[in-house]
């Protein structure tokens, strides 16, 4: 397997090639074995911090037809069968940054409930994640906002929808700008990567209080 030691400018521009084979084939090549390898230095520590043995799953977009992923990623999920109906953690990049992720997807069949929880832990919740840290209700698209700058209401109407759109998601985590050194030291990262889960790993155990 790829050693990983660092992401590069070129890992980031595969993003920029035209069509899906040749975007893939680069996909394939240059940027999958890294995060691969990322997740597999994690899983041991994720596994210890979750108290579920987690497995690694690289994102294949084997669905895709005609257009070529905006974005990749490894999951780390404690099934070996697969990772999408499961609370999960990502690895992964688009053009403009890396992503580190705890995430919860349409395909899962508890978020109805869990969106329930986290409103019976709000207050908690919004206390426990750092103000830098970001939430997503989309993870087709790259944008996310700030814990500072959700409000109560804004917060919980994210909830709301996770509780009532069939499409709606819900992932929290870190966005690195692809311009920030700290991509490019192995060591840093992969610390990073661990410090980040340990904070996220508070939202993975709420999972569990779903009945």
């Known amino acids: ?23 893939m084939s680069a996909l394939k090549s240059e940027v999958s ?31 895709r037809t005609t257009n070529p992923p905006n974005d990749t990623w490894a999951a780390l999920a404690s099934s070996k069968r697969g990772y999408k109906k499961l609370p999960h953690f990502q690895i992964g990049l688009w053009e403009s940054h890396v992503f580190i992720w ?13 969106a329930q929880v986290l409103k019976k832990h709000q207050e908690e919740v919004r206390d426990h ?12 698209k790259p944008g996310a906002t700030p814990n500072k700058d959700l409000n109560e209401n804004d917060f ?20 690195i700008d692809r311009n920030d050194v700290i991509l490019k030291d192995r060591d840093a990262f992969l610390n990073k990567c661990e410090e980040t889960f340990n904070t996220l790993s508070y939202l993975y155990q709420l999972t569990k209080e779903v009945g």
């Open 129 to 140: 994640i750092p103000a830098d840290f970001v939430w997503s209700k989309d993870h087709t």
């Open 1 to 23: 397997m790829t050693q990983f030691n660092g992401f590069t400018e070129k890992d980031f521009d595969v993003f920029k090639i035209d069509g899906l084979e040749d975007r």
């Open 156 to 175: 919980t109407q994210l909830l709301d929808r996770l509780q009532s759109v069939k499409k709606a998601e819900i992932l929290c985590g870190m966005h």
């Open 33 to 63: 074995p890294k995060l691969e390898s990322i997740a597999e230095e994690l899983a041991p520590a994720l596994t210890a911090l979750t108290g579920d043995e987690m497995h690694v799953h690289v994102a294949k977009h084997a669905r």
């Open 102 to 114: 705890f995430a919860m997807i349409y395909e899962s069949p508890i978020k109805e409930d869990y």
